[in-house]
């Protein structure tokens, strides 16, 4: 069974961090890219970061660049985003898909073909 499985999702207070992880089982990450994307209650789905299926190519939505890195580690079949300088504005449900590319392109929904099932990231004092 093809599976990604979120974790590392909690509570943190602005200015904090968070590092979240996506892991899959029943296939390998290595030939896909891999993004991730966050939803606010009451707002759309917005694709956040990617990354190719080298490592060798990232991208980053303009709310979260410079604060934010995505990363992947093939032996341990996993990507991590590392959140910092988190905002209240963060507060979300992050997932984790994988495209059906090996390329990012555009971060949208219908390129990425596995889904998580989302970690719930709040920010607030």
């Known amino acids: 069974q093809l599976q990604l499985v979120e974790s590392g999702g909690g509570l943190v207070q602005p200015g904090g961090s968070l590092r979240l992880s996506c892991a899959a089982s029943?296939?390998?990450?290595?030939?896909?890219?891999i993004g991730w994307f966050r939803q606010a209650p009451g707002k759309e789905r917005e694709g956040i970061s990617c990354?190719?299926?080298?490592?060798?190519?990232?991208k980053y939505a303009d709310s979260v660049k410079g604060r934010f890195t995505i990363s992947r580690v093939s032996a341990k079949n996993t990507v991590y985003l590392q959140m910092n300088s988190l905002k209240p504005e963060d507060t979300a449900i992050y997932y984790c898909?994988?495209?059906?590319?090996?390329?990012?392109?555009?971060?949208?929904?219908?390129?990425?073909?596995?889904w998580g099932q989302g970690t719930q990231v709040t920010v607030s004092s």
């Open positions: 898909a994988a495209s059906r590319f090996s390329v990012c392109g555009l971060l949208t929904g219908p390129r990425f073909e596995y």
């Open positions: 990354i190719d299926s080298s490592g060798g190519s990232t």
């Open positions: 029943g296939f390998t990450l290595d030939y896909y890219a």
